[in-house]
């Protein structure tokens, strides 16, 4: 059974830092790509992040770009999200998933999802 469990959430100050986790298992780690994907209330499913696993490519959303690193730890099937200079508007639930084939691409296309970490920045 794939799982996929994030952590790291909280209440941070702008300017702030968080790093994210997600926890995976259940798939062979490296031939899947993993992204994290934030979703703001009233607002669509917006991708942050991802990381190929398969060879170490990251992409970025433009909201993000500059401010957040996507890492992975192979040794413990975890995936980070490094989150500087934190704005009010990254406030949303963050969401990692999983895909054997979508390298960066919208949200539908994930199979595999977490059940979300809160991240709420407050100005």
């Known amino acids: 059974e794939v799982q996929l469990v994030e952590s790291g959430g909280g209440l941070v100050q702008a300017g702030g830092s968080l790093r994210l986790s997600c926890v995976a298992s259940g798939f062979t780690f490296d031939s899947y790509v993993i992204g994290w994907f934030r979703q703001a209330p009233g607002k669509e499913r917006e991708g942050v992040a991802s990381?190929?696993?398969?060879?170490?490519?990251?992409y970025y959303g433009d909201s993000v770009k500059g401010r957040s690193t996507i890492s992975s730890d192979k040794s413990k099937n975890t995936v980070y999200l490094q989150m500087d200079s934190l704005k009010p508007e990254d406030t949303a639930v963050y969401y990692c998933?999983?895909?054997?084939?979508?390298?960066?691409?919208?949200?539908?296309?994930?199979?595999?999802w977490g059940q979300g970490t809160q991240v709420t920045v407050s100005s």
């Open positions: 998933a999983a895909d054997d084939n979508t390298i960066w691409g919208p949200a539908q296309l994930y199979e595999y």
């Open positions: 990381i190929n696993l398969s060879d170490g490519t990251t």
